[in-house]
């Protein structure tokens, strides 16, 4: 009897010892969580500073609407993509169905009514979304390839659709969105902005908005407790299709033409958004207000580098440098 007494203290002894040490883990990698997202905000209080005192045009009325209507694109991608990565996925087809949206909803403006060729154009994004999504749940194939090669598949469909640019007919598919203003708001912004909360809402306060984020921390404990994992990692890819397909479409009608190369490396800004607004790659957090200052930040980098005449190359380097640093700060702990 005290033979067993000693090993069944042992053994609460080591259960103990283990959910203390899961608990200390927790804690500690949240503490460094809040650290992390306090260096964030730091960076971007700066970078204003830098902005208000290096450039006497920062802050003026026009070059804040610009602001706002250039992080457009880059803010609806994002929001898909923090769905996805949530998941523990992600989604590198995203600049095609930009691609896509944007020069079918310019294109069929010839042949068929405004909404209609609009909601064609969305129909063709959705439809990447559904392929992405059956082939990782269906199949658990992995999101990167998965998405690879839809991005090389759809990219060759843009171009089999239109080698040349198109350019709409309809004069109010750039009057109402691209270019139409509320006062000083752009129109195309207040969409944008419309659709964070609406994202924050899907995710924390609906029973499939909570299951996607619960896929990502443990998909085997959400399939254990009855729910569907296929239909809602199918559900976070059409959803960032949506999203880059609205996306497609206001940056056509923004720019007044529709380029089939647009979208190459939109892929980048979004996670480089989304990481740095919180998100975990691989799944296990993040959430739409973070990304929404992930890509205000961004979006303040470019503004700046664009004042100081500073080339896209040197852009696109400065930017893979902080997807590394915003990659390292948010790892998870093992």
Same mark, same amino acid.
């Given at each position: 009897?005290?033979?067993?007494?000693?090993?069944?203290?042992?053994?609460?002894?080591?259960?103990?010892?283990?959910?203390?040490a899961q608990v200390?883990?927790?804690?500690?990698?949240?503490?460094?969580?809040?650290?992390?997202?306090?260096?964030?905000?730091?960076?971007?209080?700066?970078?204003?500073?830098?902005?208000?005192?290096?450039?006497d045009v920062f802050?003026?009325?026009?070059?804040?609407?610009?602001?706002?209507?250039?992080?457009?694109?880059?803010?609806?991608?994002?929001?898909?993509m923090l769905v996805?990565?949530?998941?523990?996925?992600?989604?590198?087809?995203?600049?095609?169905?930009?691609?896509?949206?944007?020069?079918?909803?310019? &294109?069929?403006?010839?042949?068929? =009514?405004? @909404?209609? /060729?609009?909601? $064609?154009? #969305? !129909?063709?994004?959705? +439809? %990447?979304?559904?392929?992405?999504?059956?082939?990782?749940?269906?199949?658990?194939?992995?999101?990167?390839?998965?998405?690879?090669?839809?991005?090389?598949?759809?990219?060759?469909?843009?171009?089999?659709?239109?080698?040349?640019?198109?350019?709409?007919?309809?004069?109010?598919?750039?009057?109402?969105? &691209?270019?139409?203003?509320?006062? =000083?708001? @752009?129109? /195309?912004?207040? $969409?944008? #902005? !419309?659709?964070?909360? +609406? %994202?924050?809402?899907?995710?924390?306060?609906?029973?499939?908005?909570?299951?996607?984020?619960?896929?990502?921390?443990?998909?085997?404990?959400?399939?254990?407790?009855?729910?569907?994992?296929?239909?809602?990692?199918?559900?976070?890819?059409?959803?960032?299709?949506?999203?880059?397909?609205?996306?497609?479409?206001?940056?056509?009608?923004?720019?007044?033409?529709?380029?089939?190369?647009?979208?190459?490396?939109?892929?980048?800004?979004?996670?480089?958004?989304?990481?740095?607004?919180?998100?975990?790659?691989?799944?296990?957090?993040?959430?739409?207000?973070?990304?929404?200052?992930?890509?205000?930040?961004?979006?303040?980098?470019?503004?700046?580098?664009?004042?100081?005449?500073?080339?896209?190359?040197?852009?696109?380097?400065?930017?893979?440098?902080?997807?590394?640093?915003?990659?390292?700060?948010?790892?998870?702990?093992?």
């Amino acid at each position: 009897m005290q033979i067993s007494s000693s090993s069944s203290n042992g053994q609460g002894g080591r259960v103990r010892a283990f959910w203390s040490a899961q608990v200390g883990r927790l804690f500690g990698e949240r503490s460094r969580r809040h650290w992390v997202d306090y260096g964030f905000m730091a960076a971007f209080v700066v970078l204003l500073l830098i902005a208000a005192s290096a450039s006497d045009v920062f802050f003026t009325q026009r070059n804040v609407s610009n602001l706002f209507r250039q992080i457009v694109t880059n803010g609806l991608i994002s929001l898909g993509m923090l769905v996805v990565i949530l998941t523990g996925g992600i989604d590198l087809s995203v600049g095609p169905v930009v691609a896509l949206t944007g020069i079918m909803a310019s &294109g069929l403006q010839n042949h068929v =009514p405004l @909404p209609l /060729a609009i909601l $064609i154009a #969305l !129909a063709a994004g959705l +439809l %990447v979304g559904v392929v992405n999504g059956f082939l990782v749940a269906r199949f658990k194939l992995q999101p990167f390839i998965v998405t690879l090669a839809t991005l090389s598949a759809v990219r060759g469909v843009v171009y089999v659709y239109s080698e040349t640019p198109q350019t709409p007919s309809n004069p109010a598919f750039r009057a109402l969105l &691209g270019g139409g203003f509320v006062g =000083p708001v @752009p129109v /195309a912004a207040i $969409i944008m #902005l !419309a659709c964070f909360p +609406l %994202v924050w809402i899907f995710l924390n306060r609906t029973t499939s908005g909570r299951a996607i984020v619960a896929i990502g921390g443990n998909e085997e404990a959400v399939r254990l407790a009855g729910i569907n994992v296929g239909t809602h990692i199918l559900l976070a890819y059409v959803i960032s299709a949506l999203f880059s397909g609205i996306a497609g479409v206001l940056l056509a009608s923004r720019l007044g033409i529709a380029q089939p190369s647009v979208g190459a490396g939109y892929e980048l800004d979004a996670i480089a958004a989304c990481v740095i607004g919180g998100a975990i790659l691989g799944g296990g957090g993040g959430g739409a207000a973070g990304v929404f200052g992930g890509v205000l930040t961004l979006g303040l980098i470019d503004n700046l580098l664009n004042l100081f005449n500073v080339q896209s190359y040197y852009q696109q380097i400065f930017k893979g440098f902080i997807i590394l640093v915003a990659v390292l700060a948010r790892r998870k702990e093992r």
